[in-house]
């Protein structure tokens, strides 16, 4: 059996949604990070310091008892926000960034960005106080076609911010195409990427594979294989623009098994897994602890982890269905066995 010992890794783009749900899934991130960048799209979304301070004590309440887990909270852009309120933001120990969402380009997106022009103050606020931008990068031009969304927005908008703005931190979150991947390369240091387990593990053919599959619907939506191939190369490179951001985003099962089924894949209960699978077809499995431990907060200008997990190269099955609020979450690979297994901290 091979044994992988690395420091706790940490999730730098995560959904916990509230309530119920939120009990039902904090566990499965808890267990194996350390930290988790949260996902401001609630209804309604998190758009204050306040708010953001509020949501994260539900969210250290819906712990389980025995974890250190740190939630980092993360404020939604929009046409409200002011440089106050970022200013209020840098002060705070709960809040590290702030997520633009244009309009209309995902789950909870109807309150995000129709104009950027209207919030440079805010930009240059943030660049100020050096606080970090994260960017949903999807145009939202209903004429585009969906798979060239991404590319869209880094033609139309993205390349723009890093113009206007060259000292703002930028995450562009879970980048999906070639196109993005050399974006961020040739970019400078201060843009930087995270990539979702799926997105590593999957090209768009599992979207059809034998009929249509709505648990492998998440936007942006699934590429082609030669973009899969160059998420592969960056995240296994080594190089510390690229680090791990699951986008786990849970959803009531009833909701992505719908005639208008909801955008999200669930990959917290075995995410570090997932990421190991993907670097070990790579041959990369030496990358791993980069990518997963050391990128994400030397970026985000935190301390990294000192803690240390052990992963072993043993399989497991995963179950078919979590419990999800009053029904039930499909997991990425419910019901099918996985190479690696999350297996313990190591004591110190
Ligand atoms: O697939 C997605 N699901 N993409 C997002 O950007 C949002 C997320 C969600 O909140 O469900
Ligand atoms: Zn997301």
């Known amino acids: 059996m091979q044994r992988l010992e690395m420091i706790r890794p940490d999730d730098w783009h995560l959904h916990l949604r509230d309530g119920e749900?939120?009990?039902?899934?904090?566990?499965?991130?808890?267990?194996?990070?350390?930290?988790?960048?949260?996902?401001?799209?609630?209804?309604p979304p998190v758009t204050t310091v306040a708010l953001a301070e509020a949501y994260q004590q539900r969210i250290l309440a819906a712990l389980p008892a025995d974890t250190q887990?740190?939630?980092?909270?993360?404020?939604?852009?929009?046409?409200?926000?002011?440089?106050?309120?970022?200013?209020?933001?840098?002060?705070?120990?709960?809040?590290h960034a702030i997520k633009l969402y244009p309009a209309g380009a995902t789950t909870n997106s109807e309150a995000g960005v129709k104009s950027l022009e209207a919030l440079a103050p805010v930009l240059a606020a943030m660049q100020e106080v050096d606080l970090p931008l994260l960017i949903h990068g999807e145009s939202t031009d209903p004429k585009s076609d969906v798979f060239d969304r991404e590319t869209l927005f880094i033609e139309n908008t993205l390349g723009q911010i890093v113009k206007e703005f060259p000292e703002l931190r930028i995450v562009f979150e879970?980048?999906?195409?070639?196109?993005?991947?050399?974006?961020?390369?040739?970019?400078?240091?201060?843009?930087?990427?995270?990539?979702?387990?799926?997105?590593?593990?999957?090209?768009?053919?599992?979207?059809?594979?034998?009929?249509?599959?709505?648990?492998?619907?998440?936007?942006?939506?699934?590429?082609?294989?030669?973009?899969?191939?160059?998420?592969?190369?960056?995240?296994?490179?080594?190089?510390?623009?690229?680090?791990?951001?699951?986008?786990?985003?849970?959803?009531?099962?009833?909701?992505?098994e719908s005639p208008c089924g909801c955008a999200g894949i669930y990959s917290a209960h075995a995410a570090i897994e997932l990421y190991a699978e993907a670097f070990e077809d790579a041959g990369a499995i030496d990358k791993l602890e980069g990518f997963a431990s050391l990128h994400g907060p030397d970026f985000y200008k935190l301390p990294r982890n000192t803690e240390k997990v052990i992963l072993e190269k043993r399989e497991q099955t995963i179950p078919a269905s979590f419990p999800f609020s009053s029904g039930t979450v499909v997991p990425m690979r419910g019901g099918e066995t996985i190479r690696w297994t999350f297996a313990r901290s190591v004591a110190t």
């Open 69 to 95: 887990f740190q939630p980092l909270m993360t404020l939604y852009l929009t046409s409200e926000t002011t440089p106050e309120e970022v200013h209020r933001a840098a002060q705070s120990d709960a809040v």
């Open 174 to 256: 879970h980048i999906t195409t070639k196109k993005a991947v050399d974006f961020v390369l040739a970019a400078p240091g201060n843009v930087a990427a995270t990539i979702t387990p799926q997105h590593l593990l999957l090209n768009r053919n599992a979207i059809f594979k034998g009929g249509i599959r709505p648990h492998h619907y998440c936007l942006p939506i699934l590429k082609r294989e030669e973009d899969r191939q160059a998420l592969v190369a960056a995240a296994t490179s080594g190089n510390p623009k690229f680090f791990l951001g699951t986008d786990s985003a849970p959803h009531e099962r009833g909701t992505k």
């Open 21 to 43: 749900a939120l009990k039902a899934v904090v566990g499965h991130t808890a267990r194996q990070f350390a930290r988790a960048i949260v996902m401001p799209n609630l209804k």
